[in-house]
C-alpha cells in the first residue's frame, strides 16, 4: 500500500533553515509527482510546490521562489523540501501529497509541524 | 492565480441530514478540481478528483459535480465520522489554489 512517512516535528529560530523528509513506499517513486502543502495553524491549506522525483524538476508558489528548494533522492525514494530565511509566519504543519494518475493529490504524508521562534 | 471560493465557510448539521458544498473558481478550470476532508490534527483525505469522480475507497454517500467555474460537493446521511472540514482545489494551472474550507458542525 502507498504510504508517506516524513520526519519529525523541528524548531527553528528566525532566519535559519529547515529540511523536512517524505519517504515514499507502495509504488515506483518515479512515477508519481510530489506536492508540498502547508498549514498554518487554525488557517487553511496552501500549496507550495511541486517535484518530478523522476527529473528532479520543480514548479514553486511564486510566494517561496528565492526561499524554497524541493529535491529527490530515488536511492532512497525521499522527497525534501527546505525552506530557508525563516520567519515565524512559517510556524505550521508542512504535508507532502503524491499526484496520482489523474493529476489530483491522492495520498498525502502525515505531516510535520515546524515551529518559528527565537 | 486563480481564486477559489467556498460557501459557506461553515454549517451545522444533524446526523442523517443532506449536505451541500459549493466552491467557485475566478476563472474556468474545466473539471480540475478536487475535494478533501480534513480532521482536526489529521493530514487532509483526498475524496474526489475531476469534479466528480470518486478516489478508492470513497463511500459513494460523497459526490462531486460541475464544470468551468461552478462546483458542487454533496454529502448524503450525514453520520458523525463525516464532520469535518471539507476543501476544494483547483489542479487546473500553477500554482494550484484551494478554498477556504467549509467546516461541518454538529
Known amino acids: 500500500q502507498v504510504q508517506l512517512v516524513q520526519s519529525g516535528a523541528e524548531v527553528k529560530k528566525p532566519g535559519a533553515s529547515v529540511k523536512v523528509s517524505c519517504k515514499a513506499s507502495?509504488?515506483?517513486?518515479?512515477?508519481?509527482?510530489m506536492h508540498w502543502v502547508r498549514q498554518a495553524p487554525g488557517q487553511g491549506l496552501e500549496w507550495m510546490g511541486i517535484i518530478n522525483p523522476g527529473a528532479g524538476t520543480t514548479n514553486y508558489a511564486q510566494r517561496f521562489q528565492g526561499r524554497v528548494t524541493m529535491t529527490r533522492d530515488t536511492s532512497t525514494s525521499t522527497v525534501y523540501l527546505e525552506l530557508s530565511s525563516l520567519r515565524s509566519e512559517d510556524t505550521a504543519v508542512y504535508f507532502c501529497?503524491?499526484?496520482?494518475?489523474?493529476?489530483?493529490?491522492?495520498?498525502w504524508g502525515q505531516g510535520t509541524l515546524v515551529t518559528v521562534s527565537s | 492565480d486563480i481564486q477559489m471560493t467556498q460557501s459557506p465557510s461553515s454549517l451545522s448539521a444533524s446526523v442523517g441530514d443532506r449536505v451541500t458544498i459549493t466552491c467557485r473558481a475566478s476563472q474556468g478550470i474545466s473539471n480540475y478540481l478536487a475535494w478533501f476532508q480534513q480532521k482536526p490534527g489529521k493530514a487532509p483525505k483526498s475524496l474526489i478528483y475531476?469534479?466528480?469522480s470518486l478516489q478508492s475507497g470513497v463511500p459513494s454517500k460523497f459526490s462531486g459535480s460541475g464544470s468551468g467555474t461552478d462546483f458542487t460537493l454533496n454529502i448524503s446521511s450525514l453520520q458523525p465520522e463525516d464532520f469535518a472540514t471539507y476543501y476544494c482545489?483547483?489542479?487546473?494551472?500553477?500554482?494550484?489554489?484551494f478554498g477556504g474550507g467549509t467546516k461541518v458542525e454538529i
Open positions: 501529497a503524491r499526484e496520482g494518475p489523474a493529476a489530483a493529490e491522492d495520498y
Open positions: 507502495g509504488y515506483t517513486f518515479t512515477t508519481y509527482f
Open positions: 475531476a469534479a466528480s
Open positions: 482545489q483547483q489542479y487546473n494551472s500553477y500554482p494550484l489554489t
